[in-house]
């Protein structure tokens, strides 16, 4: 693969990175490449959590063949900067599933960024992303979708919803969808909020601290994330960290 | 017991409770009745502590502690009980791990040993009989998709779990039918009305009083507390409505 050019923030994809963060480890190496043969069904997962002040860049491509099947779960928490891409190619009949979720604090720059191509009919695609932030992290959530001509019957959702623990925390989510085919169903939603306040008065009420009432609010808030991960220890691993994560932000 | 001395506050600023003063002793059912806007909620959310209700002036104690000087869960477990009038629904958050959290939250800031999951259960299943509540309900999501009755239910359900010295009932009746009305009347009797514990209920109506006889009936309109008396009191309220009783 040839080095490219260092990304500018005129590139949709990147305009919401840390580019000194990315500066410092460009180029990044290839993509990790996952192919699924028609018929097959895989899952995958990635817990990002690189340290303190690390930059971790993952990309993925992804090539999802007929009738076909991949499942991607990802809890991305770690490092200055973690960013963690997808390009995905979906076959006739074929299904991506994203279910991602974002829990960052301090000055964290943590992304999701995704282009799912739908080429062929029959696909669906369905992804899940719900994101943490405090103190003055953001996070961010860039999912494309291509419905090419002949992707009839398409059926493809992105779910992004973000909670901000603090004034000073930024989301960005921005589901964007290019539609080339007249019989498709592309359902988008995004929503950002803040911790219920009338929960938390109720809580407290009852004798719980604030510390505990956020984090049992928030991992509500993420629970069902990682609900359908098949890996059972994995899923312990995933849901461990993310609570681990979350206690270190209220 | 609980001690409110000349208690003000205001809300956006605005006056609410103006001078309110009221003393409840141990082993005490006190009953608070006022019109609508009489400032009976905000008495108690102001005792409860939640946020915006600003406390200009006066005292609140509970078993000789300053409630105004505590945060809210503070006063949780110092022993005081908020019954919401609305209680709140929290998605994801199942009523059981919502207890055992409030239980120990409480436990661990009085000192004592959290109670372990088999301890907590067993716990809840007797409270929730009391009240006549399926156990199958306290695993689902705090009074998420709860008719108005079983949330009343659950709040007497908490009540009863967490033990507390003093509860502020405020309008647990409403959105109950006759059979509800018995059942939670019976709960806050079998709960609260012991030698070293004090209720405050507040209520519109007399019909909750025919179940939990209070010991006094206080009248609250313009934000203080313009009329006390016995048991007959409600009675005449009922009667003759709060119109004259405001007026003079």
Redesign the interface.
Known sequence: MTALALPTRRDEAWRYSDLDAVASVWPVPAPVRIDVAAGESAQHHLLQDASDGGVAIHDYVIHVADGARCDFHLLNVGGKLGRVTFDVTLGRGSHFGLNGAIIGGDAQVLEIVSRVNHLQPDATSGQTIRSILGARATGSYLGAINVARDAQRTDAFQSVKAMLLDRTATVNAKPELEIYADDVKCAHGATVGEL????L??????????A??KT??L???V?GVFDDMGDEDERTRFEAAAIARLEALV | MLTIDNLANAIDGKAILKGLSLSIGAGEIHAIMGPNGAGKSTLAYTL????GYEVTGGSATLAGEDLLAM???E???AGL??G?QY???????SNL???R???N??RK?RGEAALSGGEFIKLAKEKAALLGLDMEMLKR??NVGFSGGEKKRAEMV?MGI?DPKFAILDETDSGLDIDALKVVGAGINAIMRKPDKGVLLITHYQRLLDYVRPDFVHVLAGGRIIKSGGPELALQLEREGYAELVAA
């Open positions: 219920d306040k009338a929960a008065f109720y809580m407290a009420s009852r004798g719980m601290d604030p505990t009432a049992l609010l991992k509500a808030f629970a | 409860g502590g939640r946020p945060e809210p869960h006063r949780a477990a009980f908020l919401f209680p709140v629904e929290i998605p994801g958050v791990q919502f207890l959290e409030s239980l939250s409480q800031a999501p705090v908490q967490l």
